[in-house]
């Protein structure tokens, strides 16, 4: 089993007006309402691939509830953590002109004891666990270091731990050993204060990471670790939404490394599921015949057993 | 006790940013949410005056358990008719800068089986009430006319009936009979098709309504009868947050006209209510001892027995 957690999920909402225009009243034309956060994007891909998998979410006030609703509706196994205050929002606003603009929430204060108990939560499904996922942005304000017992106890039990966060956080996800830290290069440039990439990963491996993945866009992935680099082109031509992009090929990864692919496969097999979240109008789903498409015969990955 | 009907009550979320930008990502850096809606803020101003209300609120998904729980806690006495879908949010974008931005959703699809539902909710109240207010808009789609029933089973139980509406729904709520129609002077023009407020007000009269009283903004407020007008000037001099304004001045006009005060007094009662809230940073308060200021010593109004 695989245990997502998504430590600062959201009502991702979307609102389509007529035209972006500061200072005024806009109509919103239509009104699209989502759970949101990276780890559940995550979740989503690899149940939709019959991998068994369980949500972690601190949740709170409505939108908590809203979210926890909608996450059992799409069929993913899920523990809320209860939080003070009000689950995030974030607004998405979009028209046929401008770029989106978009307005996140902080997210509600998460006290120490909220961390503590997500920590036991996880504790007690290690058992049945061999994969531990920690996905996505921290509230703001919330102490980085919460995820490193998360991620250290994980790791001494023997799962693999894949961390897919920024900033302090990413730092001390390295620092507690976790078995992949999978940053894109913003992120990891930012996390580490190195602009060189390998410098960046290795300013991780060097904390204690075991591998350091690295997302590039259009210009494919990579996976840093002491002795080297080894690098994959992302799918070429590949048009459509760019949103959750990124948590696909993160599900991809854990696939094919949980199934035991070397580390080229692995790196191929989460480009193809990036690709395929592209062409997916919505974040959280890929096409899955696109995957099986950009893998070579040879490459399917395993139907689950 | 006065029923207030919110048709399209919301949920009010203000967002502070640095810098209003279209397209890009925004840290929100304060969030406040209120629930909502021109009734609601009648029913706090009416209930801080010591009067007895009871709102009335179609309410759906976890937005709508939100605004429940928090009219509840605001110790307003209030039914819900449930509705399917979320009860609408507004999204207001503040900053130091530009103009507020705000982001209005259209409301659930509310079916006619709900309308019918508001009203027999409505009719069972009627024993208890003296006073029926509608207020605010109602959901897009909406059938305007589904507050005429509402309004001509309270005329004829011989309530005192204020509509706040606009567009159709105001037409609607005048071919019904409503003792006051309270549009302001837009709103007036807009459903009426009349920029002559003298010839829109008569457009209401001859409709049915029992008298169309027209706020003006800082420019005073007026009571028009088939016989004439009755004019008073706004208190002078008054700065401050202008929402909710309106719906205070409506409800100074509520607690005159229920008071069995004269034309002029209660007109000058809803012009004290109105200043008297531009003076409260937030919607659905009064600043309680302007009023008194604002009217002078012969005019206080009665304190409730």
Redesign the interface.
């Given at each position: 089993m695989i245990v997502v957690v998504t430590p600062n999920p959201a009502v991702d909402?979307t609102?389509r007006?007529d035209e972006?225009?500061?200072?005024?009243?806009?109509?919103?034309?239509s009104?699209e309402?989502r759970p949101g956060g990276k780890g559940l994007n995550m979740a989503r891909v690899l149940t939709a691939e019959g991998a068994p998998t369980h949500s972690v979410l601190p949740l709170g006030?409505?939108?908590g509830?809203?979210v926890a609703?909608q996450v059992e509706a799409l069929g993913l196994p899920m523990t809320a953590v209860p939080v003070d205050g009000?689950t995030r929002?974030t607004?998405t606003?979009v028209d046929d002109r401008?770029?989106?603009?978009?307005?996140?929430?902080?997210g509600p204060a998460t006290t120490l004891a909220t961390w503590q108990d997500l920590g036991g939560v996880l504790r007690r499904m290690t058992e049945d666990a061999d994969t531990l996922v920690v996905s996505g942005s921290l509230p703001?304000g919330a102490d980085p270091g919460a995820v490193a017992p998360w991620i250290a106890d994980a790791v001494a039990a023997g799962l693999l731990v894949v961390a897919d966060l920024a900033g302090p956080a990413l730092l001390a996800a390295a620092a507690a050993g976790a078995s992949v830290c999978k940053p894109n290069r913003d992120e990891l440039a930012e996390a580490t204060g190195h602009r060189d990439e390998r410098d960046g990963a290795l300013a991780l491996l060097d904390r204690g990471a075991g591998l350091v993945v690295v997302s590039r866009g259009h210009r494919g992935i990579a996976a840093h670790s002491r002795t080297g680099v080894v690098e994959v082109a992302a799918v070429p031509d590949v048009t459509g939404n760019p949103t959750g992009a990124g948590d696909a090929a993160t599900a991809g990864l854990v696939l094919a490394l949980r199934d035991g692919a070397d580390l080229p496969l692995a790196l191929r097999t989460a480009a193809a599921f990036g690709a395929a979240a592209v062409l997916r109008p919505v974040a959280g789903e890929v096409d899955r015949a696109a995957v099986r498409r950009f893998l070579t015969p040879g490459e399917r990955p395993r139907d689950p057993a």
């Open positions: 909402v609102y007006v972006q225009r500061i200072g005024t009243t806009q109509r919103v034309r009104v309402r006030g409505a939108a509830s809203w609703e009000e929002t607004v606003v401008a770029h989106p603009t978009m307005f996140g929430e902080p703001v």
